[in-house]
């Protein structure tokens, strides 16, 4: 079974400062790994993926990730924080040995930025 | 392109009602996906549908259903609605059956059960 966690249920940083929201995860086989942003009332945006390659991976609006197998870890960064980023990030995985389009959740971390 | 347009936005139900949820994909993308959005349990997969068949299932009763047309339109249905199916419904859609895609989520159905 395939799972994920995000130790922090909120994440406070001040206007263009540096911020990291945690992603660990658990699958079988090799991980496909994924980032989403929600605003309130809204659907999911999609920020970034990691399939294979370079393990920093650069995604929307100025975010990235870094995979890091040893453990097993992918957190999402960015290196100057704005107030429009605070929102709900959640971070997915698809186990590589299952077919089709299933994604794992965490629990998503809210993200205040402050001014 | 458009994105993914989900229908209705909102929907008020009373317990043992059914419900039918609309999804239309992103043009071009064949594989729709289902998930359900709630306070307690988060987000969590219903079903997976590609060229009109269900390719993949969640842990949900059978009172979730769904099914995809032939222009990978996709609809889901709950029947004998309960309190806990109260949730935001998202479809998302990916251009295929395959693990290394992305999916594309739609704005959601809000459901309320009364």
């Known amino acids: 079974a395939q799972s994920v966690a995000q130790p922090e249920d909120q994440v406070n940083v001040a206007e263009g400062n540096p911020l990291t929201v945690k992603c660990t995860y658990s699958v079988s086989g090799n991980p496909y790994l994924f980032w989403y942003v929600q605003y309130p009332n809204r659907g999911l945006q999609f920020l970034l993926k990691y399939i294979t390659g370079d393990n920093l991976v650069k995604g929307s609006y100025g975010f990235e990730a870094e995979f890091n197998k040893s453990q097993t870890s992918f957190h999402l960064k960015k290196p100057s924080a704005l107030v429009s980023d605070s929102a709900l990030y959640f971070c997915?995985?698809?186990?590589?040995?299952?077919?089709?389009?299933?994604?794992?959740f965490g629990g998503g971390t809210r993200l205040m930025v402050k001014p | 392109k458009a994105g993914v347009t989900q229908t209705p936005r909102y929907l008020i139900k009373t317990r043992g009602q059914q419900v039918t949820l609309s999804c239309s994909p992103i043009s071009g993308h064949r594989s729709v996906s289902w998930y359900q959005q709630t306070p307690g349990q988060g987000l969590q997969f219903l079903f997976e549908y590609f060229s009109e068949t269900q390719r993949n299932k969640g842990n949900f009763p059978g009172r979730f259903s769904g099914r995809q047309f032939s222009n990978s339109r996709s609809e889901m249905n709950v029947s004998t609605l309960e309190l806990g199916d109260s949730a935001l419904y998202l479809c998302?859609?990916?251009?295929?059956?395959?693990?290394?895609?992305?999916?594309?989520f739609g704005p959601g159905t809000r459901l309320l059960v009364l």
């Open positions: 997915a995985v698809r186990d590589m040995a299952n077919a089709g389009n299933m994604l794992t």
């Open positions: 998302a859609s990916s251009l295929a059956h395959n693990n290394q895609e992305t999916q594309y």
